[in-house]
Every structure is written in structure tokens, then in C-alpha cells.
């Protein structure tokens, strides 16, 4: 934004030109840095294992070199330029989406749909490490636009605390065990399974659904027969008007019509008709 600022050097008018600050950037005075960050997608409901839910609600950072990270489990991903320019960047990294799942085990948690990158959005793989105390630990970018941040916490010490199997429903558990049972006697293959495993973690929120979901459009009582009606009489009077506007085209060009012959034949038809909709494909006595 550019403003004009006029300074009087004593009868004399200059004009000086002065940059404000603007709406971008970790230091604006203007606007809170929360107010900056502009979400595309929300955030998935808080899953996987009870113990971690407490760490819903908190926020852990970082600050490596010129830029701080923070990181919101169940949320979000930041980053911020520590810098004083004008322009210094401020964004969203990953939004929470879903777990990472490998041998009955959390392995990670995917934040995506971050701001836009190129082609693609920038998106984080959270790490969870064994450490006497939470806070977040490492952050690195080994692709473009995709980065790696390791969250270290107490939280995940014990050998059980990241296994996937206790926190299913118990008829989740079971649908599991049936999997396991007919890849065991052969009866689905390896993707069948993973398949059906997948469906699983779906259903218990851990992963995001990639089903397709269809719905139908809703009917009010009655709505289809009335809407039948209506429509029944407005093609009837088109059909009406039609037929006056044929019959004043024919008499126009002096060309003789028999309505009532028209009309008997066309009687005579429906209900030849009506009687092959009934069932009955006899021969009919035209006489």
C-alpha cells in the first residue's frame, strides 16, 4: 500500500513517497498472525489412541535457523519466517488428516492439504519418539514440498502405547480377526486383505475414507404424484395448442382435414394399446 505524505520545506510543497506495512509477513503490526493463515480443507476428528488425545489443544515450536515451526497435534502444521522484511513468509505446512499404519502399528501422523506449492499442497509426516518429556524435536523437507517432523514425547515409551488393535470398538476387533482367519485358510489374497483391513481403519476414523459416498436426493410425500399431474397437464394443453396451430396451417393452404375420422383412428389405436399392455397379444377384428 503507498500513501502520500506532502512536508513543507518552507514555501515550498515536495511530495515523499512511504511504505506501509502490509497484510503479509511473521511482524505485521497490523494483523494477528493467526488471522494470516487461511486453511483449505478442517481438520479430521481427534482418533488413534486415548492416551494421546491429551495433546489435543496444544501446540509445540521450534525455531531453526530464520524460521520457527509450530506443531498442533490433531491440528495443524505452521511456519514463520523470523524476520523483519516486509514479505516474510507465514503458512500452513499440513492440516490433520489421518494415521500412518504398518504391522498393527502408528507410524505417523499425516498433516496434508497445506498452501499451495507449485503444482501440489505442501504436506508433513509427523514422527512420534520416545523422550522424558513433549516437544518438538526435528524439522527437514526430503522431498519438496513434503517435510518430516519428529515429536518427541513420553507418551509413546511404553512397547504397546502406538499399537493399533486396542483401539478398535471390539466388533471392529473382530472383523479384523475374521480377516486374519480367512487369509489364514486361503480364502482372500494379501490384498483382499489389506483391502478389508483398510475398511477397518476407515470405519474407526483412523484413516481418511476414500469411498465414495452417494446421496440420494430426498422425495416429500406425495411429491411424485402431484409433480406427475402437473406435468401430465401441462404437456396435454402444449399438445392442445399444437394441434389448433396445425389445424389453422391447414386451412390456410385450403387443405381439407378430418378431425373426427383423426380422432376415431386415433381412439381405435389407444386402445389396441391398452390391450397389449394388459397382456393380451391376440389378433383384434379391425371391422
Same mark, same amino acid.
Given at each position: 500500500?503507498?500513501?502520500?505524505?506532502?512536508?513543507?520545506?518552507?514555501?515550498?510543497?515536495?511530495?515523499?513517497?512511504?511504505?506501509?506495512?502490509?497484510?503479509?509477513?511473521?511482524?505485521?503490526?497490523?494483523?494477528?498472525?493467526?488471522?494470516?493463515?487461511?486453511?483449505?480443507?478442517?481438520?479430521?476428528?481427534?482418533?488413534?489412541?486415548?492416551?494421546?488425545?491429551?495433546?489435543?489443544?496444544?501446540?509445540?515450536?521450534?525455531?531453526?535457523?530464520?524460521?520457527?515451526?509450530?506443531?498442533?497435534?490433531?491440528?495443524?502444521?505452521?511456519?514463520?519466517?523470523?524476520?523483519?522484511?516486509?514479505?516474510?513468509?507465514?503458512?500452513?505446512?499440513?492440516?490433520?488428516?489421518?494415521?500412518?499404519?504398518?504391522?498393527?502399528?502408528?507410524?505417523?501422523?499425516?498433516?496434508?492439504?497445506?498452501?499451495?506449492?507449485?503444482?501440489?499442497?505442501?504436506?508433513?509426516?509427523?514422527?512420534?519418539?520416545?523422550?522424558?518429556?513433549?516437544?518438538?524435536?526435528?524439522?527437514?523437507?526430503?522431498?519438496?514440498?513434503?517435510?518430516?517432523?519428529?515429536?518427541?514425547?513420553?507418551?509413546?515409551?511404553?512397547? $504397546?502405547?502406538? *499399537?493399533?488393535?486396542? @483401539?478398535?470398538?471390539?466388533?471392529? /476387533? +473382530? %472383523?479384523?480377526? =475374521?480377516?486374519?482367519? #480367512?487369509?489364514?485358510?486361503?480364502?482372500?489374497?494379501?490384498?483382499?486383505?489389506?483391502?478389508?483391513?483398510?475398511?477397518?481403519?476407515?470405519?474407526?476414523?483412523?484413516?481418511?475414507?476414500?469411498?465414495?459416498?452417494?446421496?440420494?436426493?430426498?422425495?416429500?410425500?406425495?411429491?411424485?404424484? $402431484?409433480?406427475? *399431474?402437473?406435468?401430465? @397437464?401441462?404437456?396435454?394443453?402444449? /399438445? +392442445? %395448442?399444437?394441434? =389448433?396451430?396445425?389445424? #389453422?396451417?391447414?386451412?390456410?393452404?385450403?387443405?381439407?382435414?378430418?378431425?373426427?375420422?383423426?380422432?376415431?383412428?386415433?381412439?381405435?389405436?389407444?386402445?389396441?394399446?391398452?390391450?397389449?399392455?394388459?397382456?393380451?397379444?391376440?389378433?383384434?377384428?379391425?371391422?
Amino acid at each position: 500500500m503507498i500513501s502520500v505524505c506532502f512536508i513543507n520545506h518552507g514555501l515550498a510543497g515536495k511530495m515523499k513517497i512511504v511504505e506501509e506495512p502490509n497484510t503479509f509477513g511473521l511482524n505485521n503490526p497490523f494483523l494477528a498472525q493467526g488471522s494470516r493463515l487461511q486453511p483449505k480443507v478442517t481438520p479430521s476428528p481427534v482418533s488413534g489412541p486415548a492416551h494421546l488425545h491429551r495433546l489435543a489443544g496444544k501446540c509445540f515450536s521450534l525455531t531453526e535457523s530464520t524460521y520457527k515451526y509450530e506443531f498442533c497435534p490433531f491440528h495443524n502444521v505452521t511456519q514463520h519466517e523470523q524476520s523483519f522484511r516486509w514479505n516474510a513468509y507465514s503458512g500452513i505446512l499440513g492440516i490433520w488428516q489421518e494415521w500412518e499404519i504398518a504391522n498393527n502399528t502408528f507410524t505417523g501422523m499425516w498433516m496434508r492439504d497445506g498452501d499451495t506449492c507449485g503444482t501440489r499442497n505442501r504436506e508433513t509426516k509427523v514422527i512420534l519418539v520416545c523422550s522424558p518429556s513433549s516437544k518438538l524435536a526435528r524439522v527437514s523437507e526430503p522431498s519438496t514440498c513434503v517435510y518430516s517432523l519428529t515429536f518427541e514425547t513420553p507418551l509413546v515409551c511404553h512397547p $504397546h502405547s502406538l *499399537l493399533v488393535y486396542p @483401539t478398535l470398538t471390539e466388533k471392529l /476387533q +473382530r %472383523e479384523w480377526d =475374521d480377516a486374519e482367519q #480367512a487369509r489364514y485358510e486361503g480364502l482372500i489374497t494379501d490384498q483382499g486383505y489389506n483391502n478389508l483391513l483398510r475398511d477397518i481403519f476407515e470405519d474407526a476414523g483412523l484413516l481418511k475414507s476414500q469411498r465414495i459416498k452417494v446421496k440420494l436426493p430426498e422425495v416429500l410425500p406425495n411429491s411424485a404424484s $402431484h409433480n406427475s *399431474l402437473q406435468k401430465c @397437464t401441462e404437456d396435454f394443453q402444449k /399438445q +392442445r %395448442e399444437e394441434i =389448433d396451430r396445425l389445424r #389453422a396451417l391447414l386451412a390456410q393452404h385450403n387443405i381439407p382435414f378430418d378431425l373426427k375420422q383423426s380422432e376415431s383412428n386415433r381412439t381405435l389405436s389407444t386402445t389396441v394399446k391398452d390391450q397389449h399392455l394388459r397382456g393380451d397379444n391376440g389378433l383384434f377384428d379391425m371391422q
